[in-house]
T-cell receptor
Framework: DAGVIQSPRHEVTEMGQEVTLRCKPI?????LFWYRQTMMRGLELLIY????????DSGMPEDRFSAKMPNASFSTLKIQPSEPRDSAVYFC??????????????FGQGTRLTVV | AQSVSQHNHHVILSEAASLELGCNYS??????LFWYVQYPGQHLQLLLK??????LVKGIKGFEAEFIKSKFSFNLRKPSVQWSDTAEYFC????????????FGPGTRLSVLP
């Protein structure tokens, strides 16, 4: 398996623009996580899904952030409108859980977002 | 809710020194425990994990960790660090008998001086 795949790897956008980050989890994994990493706040969980259903989105900073998982092999994290304080590295991770031998979280390479 | 604390924000060691990074978690039930490493500019990679069984867990690159249930701790150790171990280290906990949310500690930055 190619692992968790995120795109794009880098994104530079202007304040106010819409940004969409994409993630393809490892095949067969039923949990998907979105994390944000900054120097100031460390690694923060934004939202996680189980079997494509959002389970906990309490980490989503505000209504400008939204995440979807339309099927088991794809998820998006959207920021609209983007602001400079959204600049961070966004990681997607996946794991197995209930109903399967559970595993650790496998991380993608991350998307470095810069909002200018 | 689970939480994870890591004792040190930044540790500086010379090569060949021994390493111990502290990790404590708060959760009363069954837990799965993990240490991840993040090299500069890279993503998080698993060093080792504990699900059950022997509380002394060996991982990659000579790292090991000991789960002490009575102390709610999962400290990471390495007898002799190398310059290439310079990285950030994260402890994480995943509670329950099923894989659920992973809660990460704030991280400890390790700098190894050549």
């Amino acid at each position: 398996d190619a692992g968790v795949i995120q795109s794009p790897r880098h994104e530079v956008t202007e304040m106010g623009q819409e940004v969409t980050l994409r993630c393809k989890p490892i095949s067969g994994h039923d949990y998907l996580f979105w994390y944000r990493q900054t120097m100031m706040r460390g690694l923060e969980l934004l939202i996680y899904f189980n079997n494509n259903v959002p389970i906990d989105d309490s980490g989503m900073p505000e209504d400008r952030f939204s995440a979807k998982m339309p099927n088991a092999s794809f998820s998006t994290l959207k920021i609209q409108p983007s602001e400079p304080r959204d600049s961070a590295v966004y990681f997607c991770a996946s794991s197995t859980g209930q109903g399967a031998p559970y595993t650790e979280a496998f991380f993608g390479q991350g998307t470095r977002l810069t909002v200018v | 809710a689970q939480s994870v604390s890591q004792h040190n924000h930044h540790v500086i060691l010379s090569e060949a020194a021994s390493l111990e990074l502290g990790c404590n978690y708060s959760y009363g039930g069954t837990v799965n425990l993990f240490w991840y490493v993040q090299y500069p500019g890279q993503h998080l990679q698993l060093l080792l994990k504990y699900f059950s069984g022997d509380p002394l867990v060996k991982g990659i690159k000579g790292f090991e960790a000991e789960f002490i249930k009575s102390k709610f701790s999962f400290n990471l150790r390495k007898p002799s660090v190398q310059w290439s171990d310079t990285a950030e280290y994260f402890c994480a906990v995943n509670a329950g008998n099923y894989g659920q949310n992973f809660v990460f500690g704030p991280g400890t930055r390790l700098s190894v001086l050549p």
